[in-house]
């Protein structure tokens, strides 16, 4: 079945650094790609989407290339903030439009 | 901006006790999910509902769990008897309006559910 894997964290990066975190994702098909970001004790908020390769989503500094050669998603920003700090979901809709989620990867930014 | 309302946010019960979760989707949204988040891990759908329907329940544990989607609007999960393992947090998920992108699923705070 389609699945996705993240790259485990933590993910600890002082303030105004580079993040890159991995996803890569199994499917039939080209499903939509998307990054969930949650903050400590709420639900998820959308981040960003592509719906077919070589789409770039973006938003809040955050973007993330829909690469169909390497069936990757990943997610980067230039450069954190203090406020970032949260767990990154990656996931995939699936066929039957259900989400298929990753682990999760926990972010820490050090001021 | 409209948004996902659940309730309540928390709940602690004992095992074997009966609890129960609402939710209210976005206006206009024709689909509506329940995902289980368990500590540490990405949620994971538990029933889909297409309007009153129910599209995917295959991962719902039927003996205990239930959910209802009556007028096709807000929704109820219902566990009975809740167990120590159902301790999650429990997302609501709506999407599709009518007319519009079938992709994006918009989610609510959650339930956070605690089994003594």
């Known amino acids: 079945g389609d699945s996705v894997t993240q790259m485990e964290g933590p993910v600890t990066l002082s303030e105004e650094a580079f993040l890159t975190i991995n996803c890569t994702y199994t499917a039939t098909g080209y499903p939509s790609l998307f990054w969930y970001v949650q903050y400590p004790g709420e639900g998820l908020q959308l981040l960003l989407k592509a719906t077919k390769a070589d789409d770039k989503g973006s938003n809040k500094g955050f973007e993330a290339t829909y690469r169909k050669e390497t069936t990757s998603f990943h997610l980067e920003k230039g450069s954190v903030q203090v406020s970032d700090s949260a767990v990154y979901f990656c996931a995939l809709l699936d066929s039957s439009y259900k989400l298929i989620f990753g682990s999760g990867t926990r972010l820490l930014v050090r001021p | 901006e409209a948004e996902v309302a659940q309730s309540p946010r928390y709940k602690i019960t004992e095992k074997s006790q009966a609890v129960a979760f609402w939710c209210d989707p976005i206006?206009?949204?024709?689909?509506l999910y329940w995902y289980r988040q368990i500590l540490g891990q990405g949620p994971e759908l538990l029933v889909q509902f297409q309007d009153e329907s129910v599209v995917d329940d295959s991962q719902l544990p039927k003996d205990r769990f239930s959910a209802e989607r009556l007028k096709g609007v807000d929704s109820t999960l219902k566990i009975q008897p809740a167990e120590l393992g159902d301790s999650a947090m429990y997302l609501c998920a709506s999407s599709t309006p009518r007319g519009g992108n079938t992709d994006t699923q918009y989610f609510g705070p959650g339930t956070r559910l605690t089994v003594l």
């Open positions: 206006s206009g949204h024709a689909t």
